[in-house]
């Protein structure tokens, strides 16, 4: 008994998939839940389990374009002898002949293996006579095949290689996923008229806070507060003052989204990604971060969902993990504003007269101007400032 692998369904807009890499071998024997295979879309990248233990068979190698619902592989069933033919009955010798039983049988039966050159017509599956033999079944080529007789598998066919070194450079193919990327980046700066306002801000009562709350926040809920919580709770604040940085184009039409679907940026190894937290508005802080860090685990782990990234109203990234100071991000369509994160850098400031060294972080806003004013970006900007530099506010929601 054997079952098929399938590409799966992963929303009306997607009609195929990419193979991205195998997990096993053909021919290797694999367990139930075990990962097979990672398949790559335009949009995600997610890895498909064994459903039952058995024996790979692949039928379509890595890097390779099927359609949704395609068939790329077979887990198929291994006899507890780990044996997949059965032995052939030893044939009874001639009362009276003298001929031992094994001897007998070597000369009633074929070899028991099909030679990769031409099929000897008994082998084949025909008798003497020139017919289909009664006890043969056909195989997957239509022959038909003595059930005695073991057929050596097809191997699967050998992968293309992805990268291929040609003296000074190398080429790699890009990934669905990598060329969907660098499709709607151009298209953002194609189609909307991008403009970049920056801000920075004092993170110094921030991490005063967290450092305050951190244990009685870890005991209560399981995670950690970070900074991503506090950047949510100020830019949902600053939306609802600045509702055009919510809103988007649609044709000659302008749609106010009256909802706060806040969409994360996570980079990962198969590209960038951006899960949305729904409803951002009405979260606490430790529902934010147990949703960041949820959403950034299996955005890494490859098992992030479609749903999870569609129907985002405002992003935000942080360039300042990887050690950026100062980025202008690019919009995430049909978004018309994306918040950028930089490193939190020891710098010196005045504050009162006095020249003091803080942990300070440049903020930058990209916004779509044709829906956003350079005041109103302005204005946004100014207000996460304000939420920053005064957290206890956020906290208690003032």
Known sequence: MAYQIKIPSAGESITSASVGRWHKSDGEKVRKGETLVTIETDKVSSDLEAEED???????PEGEDVEIGAVIAEVREVPESGDSTPE???????????????????????EATIDKGEEPERQRGWDETGKPAEDGKPDPGGRHLRPDLTVVPETAPRPEPRTV?????????????????ATQLVNAQQTAAILTTFNEADLSSVIEMRKRLQDDF??????????MSFFVKASVRAL???????????????VENNYYDIGIAVGTERGLVVPVIRDADRKSFAELEKDVLGYAQRARDGKIHLEDLQGGT?????????????????????????????TIQQ????????????????????????????????????????????????????
């Open 54 to 60: 058995g024996a790979l068979k692949i039928l379509v």
């Open 88 to 110: 052939a009955p030893p044939s009874e010798a001639p009362a009276g002949s003298g001929q031992p039983r094994a001897e007998a049988a070597a000369k009633d039966e074929p």
């Open 165 to 181: 070194s040609e003296g000074r450079t190398t080429r790699t193919r890009m990934s669905p996923l990598r060329r969907k990327i």
């Open 218 to 227: 870890v005991e209560r809920h399981g995670v950690k507060l970070g900074f």
């Open 240 to 254: 609802k003052d600045v509702p055009m940085l919510n809103a988007r184009m649609d044709g000659e039409d302008l």
């Open 314 to 342: 405002f992003t935000i990234t942080n360039g300042g993990v990887y050690g950026s100071l100062l980025s202008t991000p690019i919009l995430n369509p049909p978004q018309s504003g994306i918040l950028g994160m930089h």
């Open 347 to 398: 710098r010196p400031v005045a504050v009162d007269g006095e020249v003091e060294i803080r942990p300070m972080m440049y903020l930058a806003l990209s916004y779509d101007h044709r829906v956003v004013d350079g005041r109103d970006a302005v204005t946004f900007l100014i207000r996460v400032k304000e939420s920053i530099e005064n957290p206890a506010s956020l906290v208690m929601d003032l």
